[in-house]
């Protein structure tokens, strides 16, 4: 069901690139442009820090189900998945999380948990950091650090990688993936869904931050 | 003399609400009053500046964030966000935080959004920028970090302990500091032209100039004194060859130009002590700046199809 949604948070990506660019075109010396086009060194590591609040889960339906996304730019046609409570490579499963990397709509890996435990507390609060990374042999992997849940524990550690020519993450857009995550199933069950801080690391060892809670979904709000 | 000027001005104002006596120094060569990441533990209670317009600052040390977030200066440290819970609509559910100065512990802290102007009003804040105590992560305190949970706050300006207001001193500072400023301009023009005979070769100027203020407020808890850090930074850009157009690829980004941006930056720094304490309004070294940046290209321009000629 993400995938779907990704033409649509494509295309708001692109224009609001264009908006930003045509912003910079006005006023050559700007600020902004020049933050949002470094020339510096480039990015070799991102990291999100992610919230999710569960409201009232439905065990017998593995509702909710919720899955994220992140590319090294809101171009590539390459891209990766996080899904929570749920698998769908090869098939549909519930429980369980899973990491999924795809280009197009070829799936190029995928890794699931051990186990595939089902959302079944209430108000359960899941907190983890994934990263999308350039790796020692050429390629970009995609994982997870710094996790907890009571229902999945700590699902830290797990990652996959691909082989791909162009690794700079430099373009790296976290309103892409903000516009191309989402609960996919039972929404209703869901109080917010939030990336809370992103991180930027460098070539050169120095590290950005972006402190915008950007909320994905929220009960509140109902987006 | 622009110093002993200003410090005179900064003295007959503030000394209104302080009761100040000013001194002038020289500024310090490589003098850096802006901090870099620079994070110290927090006690469960802390008191410092709420202040708005921190973004420059932030950017400086590559932190950004929402426009309207409030951030607190405690120490010397940089500015810290404060995460606030709310009742309606808070933009985070839950975070789990490491808390205590050493971090050792984790609390789980519920319906939370960023300190703003409006998330602050419970608390009776209402200057864009505020002297408060804070309690830090339900009293626990915090280990150094970017952020934190403030709990509870209190209003300390405008008390019989602290008999002023942050906005009210800031606003003279910054009267005193456009004074010396306008002094300073024949300098400051002199380096922005000095840099920018350092422009690489094949980027030519393109006369247009940006000029940006940052504002560093911090309350230092020991010294008992407020620290405002003023700079003025002067900018110009200077675009290179736009680049041939790249083959049609949907996974390339857009056009881009390298330049580079270059100016010349100064500012003051004022320590304004409690009553029968010493103030210090200190200039800060002029320095020239370059750096390479990317400018977007703009898309082709559109032919407008040829009007109709009349009588044809």
Redesign the interface.
């Known amino acids: 069901m993400v995938h779907r949604s990704r033409t649509r948070g494509r295309l708001l990506v692109v224009l609001g ?2 908006a ?2 045509a912003l ?2 006005s ?5 902004l ?3 949002l ?4 060194p480039s990015a070799v590591r991102i990291e999100e820090d992610w ?3 569960v409201g009232q889960p439905a065990q017998e339906i593995a509702a909710p189900q919720v899955s994220t996304q992140m590319a090294r ?1 809101p ?3 390459r891209f990766f998945n996080f899904h929570i409570n749920s698998t769908d490579v090869p098939a549909f499963a519930s429980g369980g999380l899973q990491l999924q990397a795809w280009k197009g709509s070829t799936n190029l890996t995928y890794l699931n948990s051990s186990t595939s435990p089902v959302l079944a507390t209430s108000n359960e ?1 899941i ?1 983890w950091t994934q990263y999308l990374a350039q790796n020692s042999s050429g390629g970009l992997t995609f994982g997870i650090s710094a996790a ?1 849940s009571q229902t999945f524990g700590d699902f830290s550690g797990m990652q996959v990688s691909i082989s791909t020519s ?1 690794t700079d993450l430099s ?1 790296y857009s976290p309103d892409y993936s903000q516009q191309n995550s989402g609960v996919t199933f039972g929404a209703n069950r869901v ?4 990336i ?2 992103v991180r930027t690391y460098y070539s050169d060892g ?8 950007r ?1 994905v979904y ?1 009960s ?2 109902g987006n | 003399m622009t110093v002993r000027l200003l410090c005179l001005a900064v003295a007959l104002s503030a000394a209104t609400v302080w009761g100040l006596v000013l001194q002038a120094a020289p500024p310090a060569a490589g003098d850096d009053a802006f901090p870099t990441r620079a994070f110290g533990a927090l006690p469960g209670k802390v008191v410092g500046v709420l202040a708005s317009n921190g973004q420059a600052v932030l950017a400086r040390e590559g932190r950004q964030g929402p426009a309207d977030a409030l951030c607190l200066g405690s120490g010397a440290g940089s500015y810290r966000w404060l995460y606030v819970p709310v009742a309606k609509k808070p933009l985070i559910g839950g975070l789990n935080l490491r808390v205590g100065p050493k971090g050792d512990k984790t609390r789980r802290f519920d319906s939370l959004s960023m300190a703003s102007p409006q998330t602050v009003r419970q608390w009776g804040v209402t200057q864009p920028y505020t002297l408060v105590e804070v309690e830090v992560n339900g009293g626990l305190g915090a280990p150094p970090g970017e952020n934190f949970v403030a709990t509870g706050m209190r209003v300390l300006e405008g008390s019989r302990e602290y008999p002023f207001k942050v906005t009210d001193v800031l606003n003279r500072v910054r009267t005193a500091y456009q004074a010396a400023l306008k002094e300073k301009e024949p300098a400051i023009g002199q380096a922005v032209a000095e840099a920018r005979k350092d422009v690489p070769p094949g980027r030519k100027p393109a006369g247009e100039r940006e000029r940006t203020e940052l504002l560093f407020v911090t309350w230092l808890p020991e010294q008992q004194s407020l620290r405002v850090v003023i700079q003025t930074r002067t900018a110009e850009t200077a675009p290179g060859p736009v680049p041939p157009p790249a083959a049609a690829d949907r996974e390339q980004p857009p056009p881009r130009r390298p330049a580079t941006l270059y100016g010349a930056e100064w500012g003051m720094t004022f320590e304004l002590s409690r009553p029968d304490l010493t103030e210090q309004g200190r200039e800060l070294p002029l320095r020239q700046f370059h750096k390479e940046i990317l400018l977007p290209v703009p898309p082709p321009a559109k032919t407008a199809p040829a009007a109709p000629t009349p009588g044809r």
């Open positions: 690139v264009f930003a660019l910079g075109l006023v050559p010396g700007d600020r442009t020049a933050q086009l470094s020339s510096g919230s999710l609040l730019d171009w590539t046609s609060l907190t907890s162009n373009d109080t917010s869904l939030t809370v801080q120095s590290m950005t931050s972006d402190s915008t809670p909320v929220s509140a709000s």
